[in-house]
């Protein structure tokens, strides 16, 4: 079957730098993305990472290893807004095109 | 800006009754999934098509959900008979060739109520 853990939830400080972890195992892989999900919205694209190595975009970067089956999203200077759930998910996890999404972390920025 | 157009945005329906959910990729997407999100479940792979073909719906209850693209502007998930278990959100989200600068992009989603 198809694994992707992340954390449940996470609280950070306004300000602050947080780091989400998502690890996977997989039968297939074509990239790794990661969504933003605000309550009662729809997930936003963030990020895509398909070789080893960190990709930047402002405040959010995300990292991939692959032969670790590892990746992180890098949040820096925390804003309130960036409470949400963020979702990790993986391309071609069982084969052709699929994306199959982990649980999400609940990420709370307080003052 | 590109958009997914997701309706009804809001259903609510007695059980036993059919629901028909419709999609509108973005112009020029050729893959198209279908998710139901619940709070225990998370986001739930139904469905998936490729230049309208499904590729796979192993994640679909067979004797009650079927999806269909009947052609490249329209993609339908359909319930029937719907019961309450069936109460979720429901997405939509399609890519392109350019999935890696901009991913897969979401609807907005149907709420549906099963009473």
């Known amino acids: 079957g198809q694994n992707i853990d992340q954390p449940t939830e996470m609280t950070a400080t306004e300000g602050a730098i947080v780091q989400i972890n998502c690890t996977y195992q997989?039968?297939?892989?074509?990239?790794l993305f990661w969504y933003q999900q605000h309550a009662g919205e729809a997930p936003t694209f963030l990020s895509y990472n398909v070789l080893d190595g960190l990709e930047e975009k402002g405040r959010f970067s995300s990292f991939l290893s692959r032969s670790k089956g590892y990746s992180y999203l890098l949040l820096k200077e925390l804003q309130m807004k960036d409470s949400a759930s963020y979702l990790c998910a993986v391309g071609g996890a069982g084969g052709g095109n699929k994306l199959t999404f982990g649980t999400g972390t609940q990420l709370k920025v307080e003052l | 800006d590109a958009r997914v157009t997701q309706t009804p945005r809001h259903k609510v329906t007695e059980m036993g009754q059919e629901v028909t959910m419709r999609c509108q990729p973005i112009?020029?997407?050729?893959?198209v999934f279908w998710y139901r999100q619940t709070m225990m479940q998370g986001l739930e792979l139904l469905a998936y098509f490729r230049n309208r073909a499904p590729l796979d719906d192993s994640g679909m209850p067979k004797d009650r959900f079927s999806a269909e693209m009947p052609d490249a502007t329209l993609a339908t998930l359909k319930i029937q008979p719907s019961e309450p278990r069936d109460s979720a959100v429901y997405f939509c989200?399609?890519?392109?060739?350019?999935?890696?600068?901009?991913?897969?992009?979401f609807g907005s989603g149907t709420r549906l109520t099963v009473v």
């Open positions: 989200a399609s890519g392109g060739p350019d999935r890696a600068n901009y991913g897969y992009t």
């Open positions: 997989t039968s297939g892989f074509n990239g």
């Open positions: 112009l020029g997407h050729n893959t």
